[in-house]
């Protein structure tokens, strides 16, 4: 099993920047790691997600461009660099882990979720 612990999140306004860090514990296995969120009342939503080496990374078009993802295999960290934050990314933000090494986009394609993080976006 592997565990998944997200942090970073809390009140912004628009046009800050945030960090959300995603830390894994548990069994060490080769996983690319993805990110979702969740507003209310909508389904969970993929915003990003890398390889296990880090080389391939993929994006929704909503965030391209803003945001960032990135990991430390040594420190089993994945991080979610936001930039330019809009009201609409006031979500609950999940990491989650797919063993492999390849970037996938479909939150049925990942076994292992962290708990979230609420990120709320005022204008």
């Known amino acids: 099993q592997v565990q998944l612990v997200e942090s970073g999140g809390g009140l912004w306004q628009a046009g800050d920047s945030l960090r959300l860090s995603c830390a894994a514990s548990?069994?060490?296995?080769?996983?690319?790691m993805g990110w979702f969120r969740q507003a209310p009342g909508k389904e969970r939503d993929f915003v990003a997600a890398?390889?296990?080496?880090?080389?391939?990374?993929d994006y929704a078009d909503t965030v391209k461009g803003r945001f960032t993802i990135s990991r430390d295999n040594a420190k089993r960290m994945t991080y979610l660099q936001m930039n330019n934050l809009k009201p609409e990314d006031t979500a609950v933000y999940y990491c989650?882990?797919?063993?492999?090494?390849?970037?996938?986009?479909?939150?049925?394609?990942?076994?292992?979720w962290g708990q979230g993080t609420q990120v709320t976006v005022s204008s």
């Open positions: 890398i390889s296990w080496d880090g080389t391939t990374t």
């Open positions: 548990g069994r060490s296995i080769i996983t690319s």
């Open positions: 989650a882990a797919r063993p492999g090494s390849q970037v996938k986009i479909r939150s049925t394609e990942y076994n292992y």
